[in-house]
């Protein structure tokens, strides 16, 4: 059974840092696709960034030169490195996984493993 648990949300200032981190268990999925969702309220769920098992990675672009999302295959850990927030990167981020290969994408509807959420709020 696959699990995804995501970690390191908060709360900081604008202009602050956070990493968040996604745990996976039980996936064993040699080709893949993971990213990072996040929603706010009242809004649909946006993709924020992706990448896949050779490390192609791809960005929406209001996060391009400020988030890095990276692997730790040793550790099945994901994560979002989140540099100059803004008030706007306020949201519940959610760590997602395909079942196996995909062509890297930010559509939710490429992911069939998805996490709880961890809950990111910056301040002005």
């Known amino acids: 059974q696959v699990q995804l648990v995501e970690s390191g949300g908060g709360s900081v200032q604008s202009g602050g840092s956070l990493r968040l981190s996604c745990a996976a268990s039980g996936y064993t999925y040699r080709r893949y696709c993971m990213a990072w969702f996040r929603q706010a309220p009242g809004k649909e769920r946006e993709g924020v960034a992706a990448i896949d098992s050779d490390g192609t990675t791809s960005y929406t672009d209001s996060v391009k030169g400020r988030f890095t999302i990276s692997q730790d295959n040793a550790k099945n850990t994901l994560y979002l490195q989140m540099n100059s927030l803004k008030p706007e990167d306020t949201a519940m981020y959610y760590c997602?996984?395909?079942?196996?290969?995909?062509?890297?994408?930010?559509?939710?509807?490429?992911?069939?493993?998805w996490g709880q959420g961890t809950q990111v709020t910056v301040s002005s």
């Open positions: 997602a996984a395909s079942s196996g290969w995909c062509l890297l994408t930010l559509n939710p509807s490429a992911y069939a493993y």
